[in-house]
């Protein structure tokens, strides 16, 4: 595949993850408010997923020997940590502030890919992160209702930690001579997940019979079957897939800052589907996360002997015959190095 088509496909995939993660909350938030915790629904996500994703872990069952730690880490990252640390940082600081501070991801994922890799990172895909952060605090409306709690702040922090793993763990094992599946790392990552997740949320305490009853949706009484189906085949099993392939395509950097937009989304979901409406800094706010992220994934990759690893684009080649993208990590010191940078539900 061409390059600008790789790189169309990545972003396409990006956006329907965003989408996908993006539409959670709308469908959640009915369910906690007809009498379920919010670590209940967590887990039923997770747990969902993870069955409907066995026949794929089966399939894929050599990755246990082959690759354990990488089915670890992103089972107990991207999985378990994101959803668990954010959920117990809401009890203690307002959703607003955590959703921003585990938005901080791309922004780590930058830090992570400059001092830890001593990889150079472009402007461009610097600047996108600032304005894609920055617009984000205006959608979440960061400064309302503020209170300083430090264990809420460093448990929305290891949410944000654990999105950063969840962008790098994606982009492992797809420059090998026999890659991974990315779908396969996420079966049994939702698996590992939904272990790790079962301890925490103790689900024999749940009331199971809010599931055969109905949910509000703005007035309207949806069967909360059909909403939990939802976040289970959409925001979960379609959004990690979706998400992780396109990570593949693009970069950890550029794929985090596009996740922003889950904020958008989010917010503009809520405001047509439960009256939640938006005020003109929010609005502004999403605008400028828009555009933040183009500025992030339009960036385009310089000539083979300058270009810098992190800036948006992806795998192909650049002038010259020079492979990028994935394959371009096995390139000596002194060749150019890989094009492109991914958060963040």
Same mark, same amino acid.
């Given at each position: 595949?061409?390059?600008?088509?790789?790189?169309?496909?990545?972003?396409?995939?990006?956006?329907?993850?965003?989408?996908? &993660?993006?539409?959670?909350?709308?469908?959640?938030?009915? *369910?906690?408010?007809?009498?379920?915790?919010?670590?209940?629904?967590?887990?039923?996500?997770?747990?969902?997923?993870? /069955?409907?994703?066995?026949?794929?872990?089966?399939?894929?069952?050599?990755?246990?020997?082959?690759?354990?730690? /990488? *089915?670890?880490?992103?089972?107990?990252?991207?999985?378990?940590?994101?959803?668990?640390?954010?959920?117990?940082?809401?009890?203690?600081?307002?959703?607003?502030?955590? *959703?921003?501070?585990?938005?901080?991801?791309?922004?780590?994922?930058?830090?992570?890919?400059? &001092?830890?890799?001593?990889?150079?990172?472009?402007?461009?895909? %610097?600047?996108?992160?600032?304005?894609?952060?920055?617009?984000?605090?205006?959608?979440?409306?960061?400064?309302?209702?503020?209170?300083?709690?430090?264990?809420?702040?460093?448990? %929305?922090?290891?949410?944000?930690?654990?999105?950063?793993?969840?962008?790098?763990?994606?982009?492992?094992?797809?420059?090998?001579?026999?890659?991974?599946?990315?779908?396969?790392?996420?079966?049994?990552?939702?698996?590992?997940?939904?272990?790790?997740?079962?301890?925490?949320?103790?689900?024999?305490?749940?009331?199971?019979?809010?599931?055969?009853?109905?949910?509000?949706?703005?007035?309207?009484? %949806?069967?909360?079957?059909?909403?939990?189906?939802?976040?289970?085949?959409?925001?979960?099993?379609?959004?990690?897939?979706?998400?992780?392939?396109?990570?593949?395509?693009?970069?950890?950097?550029?794929?985090?800052?596009?996740?922003?937009?889950?904020?958008?989304?989010?917010?503009?979901?809520?405001?047509?589907?439960?009256?939640?409406?938006?005020?003109?800094?929010?609005?502004?706010?999403?605008?400028?996360? /828009?555009?933040?992220? &183009?500025?992030?994934?339009?960036?385009?990759?310089?000539?083979?002997?300058?270009?810098?690893?992190?800036?948006?684009?992806?795998?192909?080649?650049?002038?010259?015959?020079?492979?990028?993208?994935?394959?371009?990590?096995?390139?000596?010191?002194?060749?150019?190095? *890989?094009?492109?940078?991914?958060?963040?539900?």
């Amino acid at each position: 595949m061409h390059a600008s088509q790789e790189k169309s496909a990545g972003l396409g995939l990006a956006l329907v993850s965003a989408f996908a &993660f993006g539409g959670s909350g709308v469908a959640a938030k009915p *369910l906690i408010e007809a009498g379920l915790d919010p670590l209940h629904v967590v887990w039923l996500r997770v747990a969902g997923a993870a /069955l409907v994703m066995l026949p794929v872990a089966w399939r894929h069952r050599d990755l246990v020997r082959r690759k354990p730690a /990488l *089915l670890a880490g992103f089972g107990l990252l991207a999985v378990a940590g994101v959803q668990g640390f954010y959920f117990a940082s809401l009890s203690r600081i307002p959703v607003g502030v955590a *959703l921003l501070i585990e938005y901080l991801a791309p922004a780590l994922v930058l830090g992570w890919v400059r &001092f830890v890799q001593k990889r150079p990172v472009t402007r461009r895909a %610097a600047v996108g992160v600032v304005l894609a952060v920055g617009g984000l605090a205006c959608v979440v409306q960061v400064w309302s209702g503020l209170s300083f709690d430090l264990l809420g702040l460093l448990l %929305a922090l290891a949410a944000a930690c654990c999105q950063v793993g969840y962008f790098v763990l994606s982009d492992q094992g797809g420059d090998e001579a026999d890659p991974v599946d990315p779908i396969g790392v996420i079966a049994y990552g939702l698996l590992i997940g939904a272990v790790v997740l079962t301890a925490l949320a103790r689900p024999w305490r749940m009331d199971w019979a809010v599931l055969g009853g109905t949910a509000d949706l703005n007035g309207t009484a %949806a069967p909360a079957w059909l909403l939990l189906g939802w976040i289970i085949l959409i925001a979960t099993v379609l959004a990690y897939a979706t998400g992780v392939v396109s990570v593949r395509r693009l970069s950890p950097q550029v794929a985090g800052v596009v996740a922003c937009l889950e904020a958008v989304i989010a917010t503009v979901l809520a405001w047509v589907l439960l009256a939640e409406h938006l005020g003109p800094a929010q609005i502004a706010g999403g605008a400028v996360v /828009l555009v933040g992220a &183009f500025i992030a994934q339009s960036a385009t990759p310089k000539a083979a002997a300058e270009a810098p690893v992190a800036q948006g684009g992806t795998a192909g080649t650049v002038p010259g015959g020079v492979p990028d993208g994935a394959a371009g990590r096995e390139r000596a010191d002194g060749e150019s190095a *890989l094009s492109g940078e991914r958060s963040a539900s």
